[in-house]
């Protein structure tokens, strides 16, 4: 079982990688939820042979670390064509993602969560 506390620590920790991927023009306002993001690339193994292939899966998870927990979103590109990392291609696809649908959702910034507590 996890701790609380660990669980907080681990998506205070998620909620700086969210800020340090958020390019700064075009989605500054994003900065203002509180979210947890993880990016991940791994290679796609070979189908005829052991090993790898130079092609990649790219992937890039985040969720609502607030205290509403409103949404977890998985963006998985197989093979992109564009960037060898997922910081290249899967990042912005998530960042467009949830600029659309975060309204819909309900995920409220960061300030009006401290009023929530206040």
């Known amino acids: 079982m996890i701790k609380p506390v660990t669980a907080q620590a681990v998506s205070d920790i998620m909620h700086q990688v969210y800020l340090g991927n958020i390019p700064e023009r075009q989605y500054k306002d994003l900065a203002d939820y509180y979210i947890g993001l993880k990016s991940g690339t791994a290679l796609i193994p070979n189908k005829d042979r052991a090993g790898y292939s130079s092609k990649i899966n790219a992937t890039y998870i985040g969720y609502d670390a607030s205290p509403s927990r409103t949404?977890?979103?998985?963006?998985?590109?197989?093979?992109?064509?564009?960037?060898?990392?997922?910081?290249?291609?899967?990042?912005?696809?998530?960042?467009?993602?949830?600029?659309?649908?975060?309204?819909?959702?309900?995920?409220?910034?960061?300030r009006q969560i401290v009023a929530i507590f206040s």
């Open 71 to 110: 949404f977890v979103l998985l963006i998985k590109l197989e093979d992109p064509k564009v960037g060898d990392l997922s910081f290249y291609n899967a990042r912005i696809v998530w960042l467009n993602t949830f600029m659309d649908i975060k309204d819909y959702l309900g995920v409220k910034k960061i």
